[in-house]
Nanobody, 122 residues
Framework: EVQLQASGGGLVQAGGSLRLSCAGS????????IGWFRQAPGKEREGVSL????????YYVDSVKGRFTASSDSAKNTVYLQMNSLKPEDTAVYYC???????????????WGQGTQVTVSS
């Protein structure tokens, strides 16, 4: 059974940093893409980043490009999202999700972890 556990959220001032972790079990990380999504109050959930551990490829939406970095540790079956230069508009519940490769769409992600709250104060 594919399971994901996200952690690392918290309260940080604008300009600060946080690192989110997504620990997976029940699957091999190299066979899956891991996506990071977020949902702010009153807004739809959006995909912000994804990583394929098999080849190290990553993707970021424009709003986080240059500030967020996804990485993975296959030995720990864990993916990370380093978030720097955080802005108040980054405030949201962040989720990680998994999709067996190949991944072609944000809608493909079918396995979800619980969310972790990120709050950025101005």
């Amino acid at each position: 059974e594919v399971q994901l556990q996200a952690s690392g959220g918290g309260l940080v001032q604008a300009g600060g940093s946080l690192r989110l972790s997504c620990a997976g079990s029940g699957f091999l990380l190299d066979d899956y893409a891991i996506g990071w999504f977020r949902q702010a109050p009153g807004k739809e959930r959006e995909g912000v980043s994804l990583i394929s551990s098999a080849d190290g490829s990553t993707y970021y939406v424009d709003s986080v490009k240059g500030r967020f970095t996804a990485s993975s540790d296959s030995a720990k079956n864990t993916v990370y999202l380093q978030m720097n230069s955080l802005k108040p508009e980054d405030t949201a519940v962040y989720y990680c999700a998994a999709d067996r490769l190949p991944t072609t769409s944000w809608d493909d992600f079918g396995f979800w972890g619980q969310g972790t709250q990120v709050t950025v104060s101005s």
